[in-house]
């Protein structure tokens, strides 16, 4: 434990008897988010309290802008390099997010999976414009299977304060299984033209068209540029 104050020891108490339990769906792992700008590359995760810690550490800086109704939900990004460029990530509400389908029981679950990068701005004030047009791309997941086990401890075998009891003392209770074939779709976004601005007016402009691919993805490939 991280000391031997009693608070401590109660939080750490709490936190591993909610990750023992099979229907708290304590989630172990922070989400990582990974980037690659300029050269530079790394990911970054942040804690309950929304400090940003990056992996490796570096002289980056990361501004997580918030929302959603608890304003804990990463809406953009941006990330500003050592020489003063800042790259802006999901701005103009430009990133993916993963619907997965349950086709076994009508469900869905949505997460938002990449911010795409929408501009970038030197420490002159010129800039490189990313511009996108929207695109649904599905797959089939596949059948999967799953199986939970509950455990209930053997009469007179108690446990360490709180702790979840060693495997010696813990029994079958009940077992669930189940099966499910699954879709997922990316409402995602292509690249349909850069941008750049030098001195507030337009300085170049780079269309891109595609073609459709010719496996079941239902994605774009790049054509031409012009």
């Known amino acids: 434990f991280p000391s031997h104050d009693t608070q401590e020891l109660n939080e750490a108490i709490t ?36 400090t940003i810690l990056k992996v490796p550490y570096s002289n980056l800086k990361i501004e997580p802008i918030w929302g959603g ?34 086709l076994e029981a009508p469900s869905i679950q949505r997460m ?10 030197t420490p002159l004030g010129n800039e490189i414009r990313f511009n996108y047009a929207a ?3 599905k797959a089939v997941n596949g059948y ?26 813990q029994m079958p209770q009940n077992q669930l299984m189940g099966e499910k074939y699954s879709t997922i779709e990316y ?14 007016a337009e300085y170049l402009n780079v269309d891109l068209s595609y073609e459709n691919r010719p496996d079941i993805s239902g994605d774009n490939r790049l054509k031409n540029l012009s």
């Open 15 to 50: 936190y591993m008897n909610s990750v023992a339990d099979p229907l708290s769906f304590q989630d172990t792992r922070p989400d990582e988010y990974r980037f690659n700008i300029g050269g530079a590359s790394g990911k970054f995760f942040y804690l309950k309290d929304q």
């Open 69 to 102: 109704p608890h304003g804990r939900k990463l809406e953009r990004v941006i990330i500003t390099d050592t020489k003063g460029v800042k790259y802006y990530f999901g701005y103009d509400n430009i990133y993916e997010e993963t619907k997965t389908h349950n």
């Open 112 to 121: 938002r999976t990449s911010w795409f990068l929408t501009k970038i701005v």
């Open 135 to 137: 695109k649904t791309v």
């Open 144 to 169: 999967e299977e799953w199986e939970r086990v509950f455990y209930e401890i053997f009469p007179g075998c108690t446990d360490w304060s709180g702790l979840p009891s060693p495997p010696e003392c």
């Open 187 to 200: 409402d995602t976004y292509f690249l349909s033209s850069i941008q750049v601005i030098v001195a507030g």
